[in-house]
């Protein structure tokens, strides 16, 4: 469109509009190309975030209604200082004589402004000849503590870890067991998991942990159901209809521990909500824990009223909150309010289920750190949620609607992804001075000694594509970094725990070195590390090039068990789902090749001897975990199904549930039996694997 005289084009006001909301209107691919981001990608972008560009006279409106406010806007909404950072006026572009002071968080006082402050949430007060206005003022420590000397510890998805005591998956009572023995008896620092978070009620397309309905609590589903206290005091009527839930889900249980059933998470939540609802319908709570239960409830406020109000109203309507009644889509209207009323006992039912889930994993870390955990546990936080679920419903003002996170089409997956998340929206969230991310935080690190933060990336820029897109229609979103970094490093001292960052794949330069400067662990694993790069390939990277400051590991979730990727079965595996790009013979000789080159350093090393058998799987998975002992790696982690031989990956990316059975998998071993919990410690190569990271062996190691 040509511009009349005295007025911007089109094309101009939307460069200059996305440029100062932080969308990217181009990006560089992995490979070094440059990629103009579509105008209509720009205009529906800038629509989630509140900026009407939809024709050149609005994108024009709206680019003179921003550059108003930024000249008469006293502050900023958000101010971010790290200790021992003072107030700066000058630094905000205020006159010389204006004045102001910090009223500290919690009513704790006021401070001048070149007063050192405590780390916390304040409130800035300014005035002076432009104004009186006031903001949030963040600040942070200068620096995360990092754990103290060097720990070993396993990486696990609770669901997969079941013990005969099961309720047909893991629960938090296997997880207080687990960190008991491995603390106890082989001397690990630290557990870490998948996610715990709320998953979505009803049947389960997508069972990932990591497309939650709600980050902010936990998943009731994970109860111990017999640990709970007012279970023992059932009479005897009560307890046969719980017992009887018992029974059937140790038949379930037995199946998956003989291999003739997979994880069943729907009749497992439907034994459980069965059992749960007899033991609160029937025990009342005795006066010390009706206390506790109380204040929980208060301490936990209106998140947990707007949590249990989701769960409540999800029973009637079912799950997806864009399909109720349009006046209960708004956590805020007065039919909600109102359904509060009618739905009180269900209700207090699931904030009931919120406290137990609170107790458990509070006996959880309790007993880690009995154990002579350093650590304890280690817990993860998903980069995002379900659009459907309790946290899309609460906190939709702070949630740009009509996008999806995501990932712009690079080697690994060269028709991007679109992973199913709404965004925050950077501008809703710095007005809230960031208490929604704060509150996701607390209660992620809240039972832990550390969290994992997935694709820790997503706290600089965020992949936005827009619904009905393919993921290469969308572009990068950034924020404040500064900001919620704060926000991280603030809720994490506050809990005095260490933060991990997983920053595997496509990395900005520059910010794998600005977490390490501010005490975030990074995140390495051997299939990524190579001379050159994983772009490069010039051989694996020896250890002593590798990072301290990091979790080491042989391999994740979401890529194949180190002993299926020793043997190649990896390649099979995805060539009898007809998932090869290449083919078979092509892709094999590739991961031979990857393979031998890891042999060869560590035959290079010593670990392996000349000439050793590259059918010893086993042999060589001992010396790839021994190889980890070279590197100076803070983080030691084992998956456990590495030690124990599984060959079956717990996740395939890009697979449906109808292709492999992702997220529903017990720990196996090399014949793909289940591996009970109970024998774990006797189980021949876990147990070659965990001597390594005994204080003798290590020695002898390095």
């Known amino acids: 469109m040509t511009a009349q005289k005295g007025h911007l084009t089109m094309a101009d006001a939307l460069v200059r509009l996305a440029r100062a909301h932080g969308v990217a209107t181009s990006y560089t691919t992995d490979r070094g190309v440059r990629v103009d981001v579509a105008p209509d990608t720009l205009v529906a972008v800038l629509a989630a975030c509140g900026v009407d560009a939809a024709t050149p006279a609005a994108a024009r409106d709206a680019l003179a209604r921003h550059e108003f406010r930024s000249r008469t806007r006293l502050l900023p909404p958000c101010v971010v200082l790290r200790q021992p950072e003072t107030v700066r006026l000058e630094a905000l572009g205020l006159p010389r004589d204006t004045e102001g002071h910090v009223e500290l968080e919690n009513g704790a006082g006021r401070a001048a402004l070149d007063d050192p402050l405590p780390a916390g949430l304040h409130t800035l007060h300014v005035q002076g000849p432009t104004g009186v206005g006031d903001c949030a003022l963040l600040v942070a420590p200068a620096r995360l503590a990092v754990p103290e000397g060097r720990h070993w510890g396993f990486l696990v998805q609770l669901y997969s870890v079941l013990s005969r005591r099961s ?345 794998r070195e600005h977490l390490a400067d501010l005490g975030v662990l990074g995140t390495s694993v051997q299939r990524f590390e190579y001379v050159g790069g994983s772009e490069g390939r010039h051989g694996p990277l020896p250890p002593d090039q590798w990072r301290q400051e990091c979790l080491a590991t042989l391999t994740t979730h979401d890529l194949p068990t180190t002993s299926a990727w020793l043997s190649g079965e990896h390649v099979e595996l995805r060539a009898g789902l007809g998932l090869l790009t290449r083919p078979e013979t092509e892709e094999k000789a590739e991961a031979a090749a990857e393979r031998d080159g890891w042999l060869a350093e560590l035959t290079r090393l010593g670990l392996l001897p000349d000439g050793a058998d590259s059918e010893d799987r086993d042999a060589a998975l001992v010396a790839l975990h021994a190889f980890l002992l070279r590197t100076p790696a803070r983080l030691l982690g084992v998956w456990l199904p590495d030690a124990t031989g599984d060959l079956m990956p717990q996740n395939l990316p890009g697979t449906s549930a109808a292709v492999h059975p992702n997220w529903r998998l017990p720990v196996a071993d090399a014949t793909g039996c289940p591996v009970p919990l109970e024998d774990l410690p006797d189980h021949p190569l876990l147990r070659r694997v965990t001597e390594l990271f005994t204080p003798s062996h290590r020695s002898r190691v390095h």
């Open 167 to 511: 309720w047909g998956m893991g629960d938090l009572g296997d997880l207080a067991d687990l960190a008991a023995w491995s603390g106890r008896a082989l001397g690990a620092g630290f557990l870490q998991l998948g996610p715990l978070h709320a998953a979505e009620p009803g049947p389960l397309t997508d069972p990932s942990p990591y497309r939650p309905s709600s980050r902010r609590f936990p998943d009731p589903l994970h109860l111990r159901v017999e640990a709970i206290p007012e279970y023992a005091y059932l009479d005897p009527a009560e307890r046969r209809d719980v017992d009887a839930c018992v029974a059937q889900a140790r038949a379930l249980n037995d199946r998956v521990l003989r291999g003739q059933s997979l994880i069943d998470r729907e009749t497992v939540r439907a034994l459980k909500l069965r059992a749960l609802r007899g033991i609160h319908g029937a025990a009342p709570l005795s006066p010390g824990r009706a206390a506790s239960f109380a204040s929980f409830v208060q301490r936990e406020g209106d998140e947990l009223t707007d949590f249990a109000t989701w769960c409540a109203l999800a029973e009637v309507h079912a799950g997806d909150w864009h399909t109720w009644p349009a006046d209960l889509r708004d956590p805020r209207s007065a039919a909600v309010a109102r359904a509060r009323t009618e739905l009180a006992d269900d209700i207090g039912f699931h904030q009931w289920l919120a406290w137990l889930t609170d107790e458990q994993l509070a006996d959880a870390q309790h007993q880690a750190r009995t154990a002579g955990m350093p650590i304890g546990l280690v817990h993860d936080l998903a980069v995002g949620v379900s659009p459907h679920g309790a946290d899309a419903w609460a906190y939709q003002r702070f949630l740009a609607a009509g996008m999806s996170v995501g990932a712009p089409p690079d080697d690994f997956n060269p028709h991007g992804q679109n992973w199913g998340q709404p965004p925050w929206r950077p501008d809703a969230l710095a007005a809230a001075a960031y208490r929604p991310l704060a509150g996701l935080l607390r209660a992620g690190l809240r039972h832990a000694g550390a969290l994992r933060v997935d694709h820790v990336m997503g706290l600089f820029r965020l992949w936005w594509i827009p619904d009905g897109c393919a993921p290469d229609a969308g572009t990068y979103v950034r924020y404040d970094s500064d900001a919620l970094l704060a926000t991280l490093m603030l809720e994490a001292n506050r809990a005095g725990a260490a933060v991990i960052g997983e920053d595997l794949g496509t990395v900005e330069a520059g910010v």
